[in-house]
């Protein structure tokens, strides 16, 4: 099945230490998204990519950066993750006119 | 106001209840409606995908979207436990790239 997969699904850093989440997909969609969700919120997004073209949120922090080396490939880089930083990191994928799917997330918690 | 309102629950049913899910939003201009459904520990999960007004059945899911109230509703038949989640409404904007604003979700428990 064609599907949206994120490695690790559970991630444990300490403050500080630099941590990468993967996302990879075989729906060849050309956007790929990164949210934040914490307990009991909705996702919130943090940046997306637009085939090459990285588009970030006004309100997301320094700390988080992405790199899409091809279609099917997206990363979430935490530069120096603070305990507010703990939370589920999603990745999403769509195209023009197809709803936005959903990996299963990577729950980080920071020691 | 927040541009997506949404009870977050929780909501308690007893199974094969009817349930009623609802949002409502404040911008006329958004028109691509949908409805996710995530289990704990899990990515949210597409149900329903629906444009302008009107609605939209799929097995015991109905969805309802009323442009004239900005309100957007999902109806769910003879509930069942394994529908325990939380339910997440959402609303595409940004044209070409998709992008999407998020109610707060409803947790949902349907009580054998």
């Known amino acids: 099945d064609a599907m949206v997969i994120q490695n690790p699904r559970y991630q444990v850093t300490q403050f500080g230490k630099p941590v990468t989440l993967s996302c990879s997909q075989t729906l060849n969609h050309n956007v790929m998204y990164w949210y934040q969700q914490k307990s009991s919120q909705a996702p919130k997004l943090l940046f997306h990519?637009?085939?090459?073209?990285?588009?970030n949120e006004a309100d997301t922090p320094d700390n988080f950066q992405s790199r899409r080396p091809n279609t099917s490939f997206c990363f979430l880089d935490i530069r120096s993750p603070g305990l507010g930083d703990a939370a589920m990191y999603l990745c999403?994928?769509?195209?023009?006119?197809?709803?936005?799917?959903f990996g299963d997330g990577t729950r980080l918690s920071i020691l | 106001q927040k541009e997506v309102e949404q009870d977050p629950g929780p909501l308690s049913v007893p199974e094969g209840a009817i349930v009623s899910l609802n949002c409502t939003y404040s911008?006329?201009?958004?028109?691509?409606f949908m409805w996710y459904r995530q289990y704990s520990r899990k990515g949210p999960e597409l149900l329903m995908y629906?444009?302008?007004?009107g609605n939209k059945e799929d097995g015991r899911f109905t969805a309802q979207v009323d442009k004239s109230s900005k309100y957007i509703s999902l109806f769910i038949r003879d509930s069942q436990p394994s529908d325990s989640a939380t339910y997440l409404c959402a609303i595409r904007y940004g044209g070409a790239t998709n992008k999407l604003i998020f109610g707060t979700g409803t947790l949902l428990a349907v009580q054998p």
């Open positions: 629906t444009y302008s007004s």
């Open positions: 990519y637009y085939d090459k073209d990285f588009n």
């Open positions: 911008n006329s201009a958004f028109q691509y």
């Open positions: 999403a994928t769509s195209s023009l006119s197809q709803p936005q799917h």
